[in-house]
Structures are given as C-alpha cells and as structure tokens.
C-alpha cells in the first residue's frame, strides 16, 4: 500500500512538473517572439526585454534602422558589445531568413557569471539584435530550455 501511494504521489509531481507553459505571442510592429505567460515584457525606448519573473535572466530586442554597418564589420561589432577577446570566427554566420544574414555568437562572462547568446539579423541598413543573458547558476535543465525556445521564436515581419 504505502508503494503504490509513493508511485502516485512520484507519478504525480513528475507530471506536473513536466508541464508545458502556456505561451504568450509579443508582436510588434516589426516582429514576434512568443514567450511563456507568466513573463513580463517592457519596452524602454525600443529595446524590448522579456523576462520571467524571477529576473534570472533575459531575452533583449533592438531594432535599428539606417545604420550602415558594413557586412564585414558586424561580427567585429558583435564580439564588441562584450568586449570579447574571441576571434571573428567564433561568430557564425548562418542561415538567412527573408533575405537577411543571421550571425549567432555564444559568450560566457567570466565576471559577472553571465551566460549570453546572441543572434544579429541583417539586411541593408536594418538589423535586429535578440540576445538571452542568464545567470550560470540557472542555465541549465528547463531554464535553458526555456529561453531557447522563446529564442528560436523570434520571427520579422517584413
């Protein structure tokens, strides 16, 4: 008797923690990003932070429009923005989607214990920048998990 009610109550919470959030559509006018419903989204001037709620960690959205970065500088701009000592060939330019070059760079911040991964979508003069920063003490299992998924979400309108 006392097995099978620890059978039930280990089926149970295996169950319920094995549960799919519900998920959360954020649109505007230039893209989307699904996300689970219980983050949050704010937008501060244009750049979009989605966040669960416990702030572990972040998936950021800029946009920029007319910025003339020449295709042979953007991974130079990329490993810049964390001030990187990785060479270029670290940032790997992949797949295009609605004829823009997407360029994925992985950063782990010894510092700060941050891990950061970043995809940079151009075309012509128009870029859109998603990264995830996460604490290491979290990155990994359903967090990771997570994030990637909203991640890979992330869909241009035009």
């Known amino acids: 008797m006392k097995k099978s009610i620890l059978i039930t109550a280990l089926l149970i919470c ?3 923690f094995s549960q799919d959030l519900g998920k ?3 649109e505007s006018e230039n893209y989307s990003i699904s996300m689970p419903d219980t ?17 572990i ?12 970065l020449p295709k042979t500088d953007v991974k130079k701009f990329i490993l810049a923005l964390y001030n990187s000592p990785d060479e270029e060939k670290k940032v790997k330019n992949t797949s295009s989607k609605k004829g823009y070059s997407e360029y994925q ?26 990264s995830i920063n996460c ?3 979290h990155w ?6 997570v994030f990637n998924e909203a991640f890979e979400s992330f869909k241009i309108k035009k």
Request: proline share 1%; aromatic share 18%.
């Open 14 to 16: 295996v169950y319920s």
């Open 57 to 68: 960690g972040a998936i950021t959205i800029s946009e920029y429009h007319n910025l003339d």
């Open 105 to 130: 760079y992985e950063y782990f911040d010894e510092k700060e214990k941050l891990f950061w991964v970043t995809k940079l979508y151009q075309k012509d003069k128009d870029i859109f920048l998603v």
């Open 140 to 145: 990994n299992g359903n967090y990771m998990k």
């Open 135 to 137: 604490q290491q003490k």
């Open 24 to 26: 959360e559509r954020y």
């Open 39 to 55: 983050w949050k989204a704010t937008d501060d001037e244009g750049i979009v932070n989605i966040f669960p709620t416990n702030e």
